[in-house]
């Protein structure tokens, strides 16, 4: 299984922007997927999961109720609508994936995460 971001993109403060990650790849394993960010010299720190089945969603507290995780298993990809964005949201954005660990779990078990894809660049500026 792989995942690939896209989507990324320089927008001003205020404005909206979603990335994806498709996941491609056969498997029989169901998986919890999210984002995470590296913003310039700073460690990656969660931002959002969503468990395999689409009904539960966790959010870092520095994005509730302005970014929105959802998937469409029918096209294999999720997607991370961002609103209300600000300059200290530009960062590089990671989708991850994982069969063993919760979502809910994911803000301290980042190092322990299956799969990860390459990271699309969101910059925003003031």
């Known amino acids: 299984v792989q995942l690939q971001a896209s989507g990324g993109g320089s927008v001003q403060a205020g404005d909206s922007l979603r990335i994806s990650c498709a996941v491609s790849?056969?498997?029989?394993?169901?998986?919890?997927i999210g984002w995470f960010r590296q913003a310039p010299g700073k460690e990656r720190e969660f931002v959002t999961a969503?468990?395999?089945?689409?009904?539960?969603?966790y959010y870092s507290d520095s994005v509730k109720g302005r970014f929105t995780i959802s998937r469409d298993n029918a096209k294999n990809t999720v997607y991370l609508q961002m609103s209300s964005l600000k300059p200290e949201d530009t960062a590089v954005y990671y989708c991850?994936?994982?069969?063993?660990?919760?979502?809910?779990?994911?803000?301290?078990?980042?190092?322990?995460?299956?799969?990860w894809g390459q990271g699309t660049q969101v910059t925003v500026s003031s």
């Open positions: 991850a994936a994982d069969s063993r660990y919760s979502a809910r779990d994911w803000d301290v078990r980042e190092k322990s995460l299956e799969l």
């Open positions: 969503l468990d395999w089945s689409g009904t539960r969603t």
């Open positions: 790849g056969r498997t029989r394993a169901t998986y919890d």
